[in-house]
């Protein structure tokens, strides 16, 4: 039988986390990525356009349930990223009112470069830590996606 977690651990890792994904968050590291990336994509047009380069073609309503996403949202994000050249719709073959939403090549070329970017940067960061210390904190976060993936309700 493992032993169980302790509590403060756990509220450490909870803190450790949330001030993580918060400053990760804030405008001033976008801008340090932008800069690195030599495009700026805001964090919901990027989530949306990287959805779009991994799950393409995709309708705006799948989208938005994918993203947790009203469709409203979604479809402002998709007008800002088709008036960017980024992304385009392409009509359904089975029915013509409905369209897919595809990302261009301009698109999947900012995705890319802005993950090179966040790598970059993270590298940086994180250039005097070791290989194994990596290992074990990106294992440990896979596992806690994997498991917050499968939880009912959602």
Do not use: C, K, N, W
């Not at 949330?18 to 001033?28: D, Y």
């Not at 990223?81 to 939403?101: F, I, Q, T, V, Y």
């Not at 470069?113 to 994180?126: G, I, S, V, W």
């Amino acid at each position: 039988m493992e032993p169980a977690v302790s509590a403060t651990a756990i509220a450490d890792f909870a803190d450790a986390l949330s001030r993580v994904v918060r400053l990760g968050g804030l405008p001033r590291f976008a801008e340090h990525v932008a800069a690195r990336a030599g495009i700026h994509l805001d964090r919901s047009a990027y989530v949306l356009l990287a959805s779009l380069v991994a799950q393409q073609p995709s309708r705006i309503g799948e989208l938005a349930e994918l993203l947790s996403l009203d469709v409203s949202t979604v479809s402002r994000q998709v007008h800002a990223l088709e008036e960017a050249g980024l992304a385009r719709r392409e009509p359904l073959p089975a029915d013509r009112r409905g369209s897919l939403l595809v990302a261009t090549e301009a698109g999947a070329v900012a995705v890319a470069a802005q993950r090179h970017a966040r790598r970059e940067l993270f590298a940086q960061l994180l250039a005097d830590t070791p290989d194994e210390e990596l290992e074990t904190v990106a294992r440990l976060l896979h596992r806690l996606a994997d498991r917050l993936e499968t939880m009912p309700g959602g």
